[in-house]
């Protein structure tokens, strides 16, 4: 994830299909586990940690040999990357044959690596790359087929939602042209995807475009009850800021020829992995006021912290109050199998929660370091809860 960039649609999505044992019947929930940090537990503490929370789902942005190796015989599922630097070597097939033995073959099945994203907003990040976008996929792709693991580990690219360049009202959705025609790379993205049966990754993160657009209701972008927005188009009214960015890539998809515009075919073009959507990267930052050192020293830092965050208003911009509210909802919803959207009220939904710890070491704006759930102890810095069991308590 890189803030510095985002604008008023930006974040990551990916389309997964996965049998993970905390689905209900629409989705599944994991988290991204970045490490830019120097004040982090060790993987396998970690994996105790995803474990006792009942977290059976990850993604790490490698294919680091500590973290694989401390997952192995967990039973989590993990989402890997080939990163960005790699990704022009990729291009060469031997270079991708080398890379999947030697970070795939060697770990999996007891590390049950289920999905690899081959560079990571590269539109965005590395433009110079675009075009080595697909052939690297094709490639890794191969390379599993011919380890016979094609049908067990898929291959895609998360994509910045930034390359959306119209996501209001969502039937009108549709990828960006200008700077940089984006469509043809997407198309062969959308190829890809639906002649291997794989995902389309992309970034969500609503409350970038709340905090860009003043007039948006605070509760439709963290999935509260609210009055809810028409999209003139269909008349269909959206109650969360997520789903209408989901229908716009859905639609963007359809303009693409991958269904038809108002998505009622989309299933169909893009085979099953137009019925299931995981959102890979989401999440909503905390406000950190006190000195981290402090807050993670002591009970009485933590609690005092809290108490300014108590004290601050809802109505703007990152909080603990609000991060608790976005992806608890969004847990509820898909432990609950609410997963579908307005224009696809029958599609399925992951959703892998960013982050799992807070990032000290990470470029770019403050607010990028202070998406985490846990503190590096392992105490959560607000109450949520990832267990099927308490979807009912949570709803009483």
Same mark, same amino acid.
């Given at each position: ?138 490639? /890794? @792709?191969?390379?599993?087929?011919? +380890? &016979? ?6 291959? $895609?690219?998360?994509? %910045?939602?930034? !390359? ?84 716009? /890539? @859905?639609?963007?998809?359809?303009? +693409? &020829? ?6 009622? $075919?989309?299933?169909? %073009?893009?085979? !099953? ?124």
């Amino acid at each position: 994830m890189d803030l510095s960039f985002v604008t008023s649609t930006s974040g990551i999505l990916l389309l997964c299909l996965t049998d993970n044992g905390l689905a209900a019947s629409g989705g599944v929930i994991g988290v991204d586990y970045g490490r830019v940090a120097d004040n982090l537990p060790s993987p396998g503490r970690v994996v105790d940690l995803l474990k006792t929370n009942g977290i059976g789902a990850v993604r790490i942005y490698d294919t680091n040999v500590e973290v694989l190796r401390a997952l192995s015989g967990s039973g989590i599922k993990v989402a890997v990357a080939l990163p960005n630097d790699k990704l022009a070597g990729a291009t060469n097939p031997d270079v991708a044959g080398t890379w999947v033995w030697e970070n795939i073959g060697k770990y999996y099945p007891n590390t049950q690596i289920h999905a690899i994203a081959v560079g990571n907003e590269v539109f965005h990040q590395r433009p110079d790359l675009s075009s080595s976008i697909v052939p690297a996929m094709w490639n /890794v @792709y191969n390379a599993l087929n011919n +380890l &016979g693991l094609a049908g067990a580990i898929k291959v $895609s690219s998360p994509v %910045a939602f930034s !390359a959306v360049a119209k996501s209001f009202p969502p039937s009108e959705g549709i990828f960006r042209q200008l700077p940089g025609d984006l469509q043809p790379v997407v198309r062969q993205m959308l190829d890809f995807i639906r002649r291997t049966d794989s995902f389309f990754m992309i970034n969500l993160y609503p409350y970038i475009t709340y905090m860009e657009n003043p007039g948006i209701d605070l509760n439709y972008a963290l999935g509260l009850p609210n009055n809810g927005v028409r999209d003139p188009r269909t008349g269909l009214m959206y109650y969360s800021l997520l789903d209408a960015q989901l229908d716009a /890539v @859905y639609s963007g998809m359809a303009a +693409l &020829g991958f269904g038809d515009h108002l998505g009622n $075919s989309t299933a169909r %073009a893009l085979g !099953a992995a137009g019925k299931k959507l995981a959102i890979k990267e989401t999440g909503h930052p905390t406000r950190l006021k006190w000195p981290l050192s402090i807050i993670q020293s002591s009970p009485e830092g933590r609690r005092r912290s809290g108490m300014e965050e108590a004290s601050l208003s809802r109505e703007r911009g990152p909080s603990a109050e609000n991060a608790q509210a976005y992806n608890g909802n969004l847990i509820e919803r898909i432990l609950a199998g609410r997963t579908g959207t307005p224009l696809h009220p029958d599609a399925d939904m992951d959703i892998y929660i960013f982050s799992l710890f807070n990032e000290n070491l990470k470029e770019g704006p403050e607010v990028e370091r202070n998406f985490g759930i846990f503190y590096p102890d392992g105490t959560k810095v607000y109450d949520i809860d990832f267990r099927p069991a308490e979807v009912g308590a949570r709803g009483a």
